[in-house]
């Protein structure tokens, strides 16, 4: 899928949003720049969220609570090991209810569960190009809807 713009990542966000369900888990996966917080910010905004969006790119999480769900972004691109994983307590955030962004996965795949749905993200030199994946019922199912 191509977007032309901020504004076509936006578009496909607000999709996203309305397939939203807890417990999902959503990999994002792209260089640096590539439009993954753009996305999430997209979703949180459909959602009815006003406030700043910001890659948690130091935090590594950032929890957002909005129209009856609970969102954790999550950027993992900092991320230096399992005890600094395991120390944060993000293991307790993974409760089946939570819905999880998350930014550079590859970061700690065997800490965090599968994707239900995969993202890639590709730069062009005219806007990007995503790749959606669905790896659960719950991931089609969505897909379905996008």
């Not at 977007?3 to 260089?31: F, N, W």
């Not at 753009?38 to 935090?59: A, D, E, F, W």
């Not at 994983?85 to 800490?111: C, V």
Request: net charge negative.
């Amino acid at each position: 899928m191509n977007l032309a713009d901020e504004s076509a990542t936006v578009a496909l966000a607000q999709r996203l949003a309305a397939c939203l369900k807890p417990g999902m888990v959503i990999y994002l996966h792209g260089d640096l720049g590539a439009g993954k917080t753009t996305l999430v910010r997209g979703v949180l905004n459909s959602l009815g969220y006003t406030g700043r969006v910001k890659s948690p790119t130091y935090t590594l999480v950032e929890p957002y609570h909005i129209a009856g769900l609970d969102l954790r972004h999550f950027d993992l691109y900092r991320l230096h090991d399992e005890e600094e994983w395991e120390a944060a307590g993000f293991r307790d955030e993974f409760d089946g209810h939570n819905i999880f962004f998350i930014e550079w996965p590859e970061h700690a795949l065997e800490l965090i569960p599968p994707a239900d749905v995969k993202i890639d993200f590709e730069i062009l030199a005219q806007g990007r190009n995503v790749a959606i994946q669905a790896n659960t019922p719950t991931g089609r199912e969505c897909l379905k809807r996008l």
